[in-house]
């Protein structure tokens, strides 16, 4: 089945830890996005990717990082930069940039 | 973007056709209207999206008034399964971001 996957469903960060979310997708598309969720709020976009290796900041890239070195990925990291990590994390991906988006089932993220 | 407005929360019967009103009374001649859904904990769910001329897929029907400044999605026979948060969204054809507002809370009741 073609799809986009994110691991791990849940994830626990301690103090001063980094941590990755991975997003995987066989779509075949060539842009790629990250969302943080809040609570009972819309959708931030953190960053996106428009093809391999090139990747640009969206609203609230600050304590976040990425990489885009394969099509099918577009890992997310958490830093320890990022004071107030807790929220939902949504990957998307499209065929291109101004296409229509379609989302993984996310990854909850949680600090201890 | 232009923005939308949305009704807070809606019930509807199961069986029965849900009938989910949007406003964006700002939109621009090159924005296209979206709809997702997110299911709760889950990831939203991209349901059909619309320029000018009304559309249909297998989930849902989308009607756009002749002005574009508002529009209906149109759920035929909602399942208990429909029950999510339903965005609508203005965006334009370039435009790299969805932003997605508060939404309606559609309860399908048996």
């Known amino acids: 089945d073609g799809g986009i996957t994110q691991s791990p469903k849940y994830l626990f960060r301690k103090e001063g830890q980094n941590v990755t979310l991975s997003c995987e997708q066989n779509?075949?598309?060539?842009?790629m996005y990250w969302y943080r969720q809040d609570p009972g709020q819309g959708l931030r976009l953190i960053y996106y990717?428009?093809?391999?290796?090139?990747?640009q900041k969206g609203d609230i890239a600050e304590g976040y990082s990425v990489s885009r070195e394969k099509k099918e990925s577009f890992p997310l990291t958490v830093t320890s930069a990022q004071k107030n990590p807790t929220a939902f994390y949504l990957c998307a991906s499209s065929a291109a940039n101004q296409e229509t988006q379609y989302f993984g089932p996310g990854t909850r993220l949680l600090v201890l | 973007d232009a923005k939308t407005t949305q009704p807070p929360s809606m019930d509807c019967a199961e069986g029965r056709a849900a009938n989910l009103p949007c406003n964006h009374s700002?939109?621009?001649?090159?924005?296209?209207v979206y709809w997702y859904r997110q299911i709760h904990s889950q990831g939203p769910q991209y349901i059909i999206h619309?320029?000018?001329n009304n559309e249909t897929n297998e989930m849902a029907s989308l009607i756009i008034t002749e002005d574009r400044k508002s529009s209906t999605l149109i759920l035929p026979h909602a399942t208990l399964r429909d029950t999510a948060v339903y965005y609508c969204?203005?965006?334009?054809?370039?435009?790299?971001?969805?932003?997605f507002g508060a939404g309606t809370t559609v309860t399908v009741r048996a």
């Open positions: 700002t939109i621009s001649g090159n924005e296209y």
């Open positions: 779509l075949n598309h060539d842009a």
């Open positions: 619309g320029l000018k």
């Open positions: 969204i203005v965006r334009y054809a370039n435009d790299y971001k969805l932003s």
């Open positions: 990717s428009q093809i391999v290796n090139d990747f």
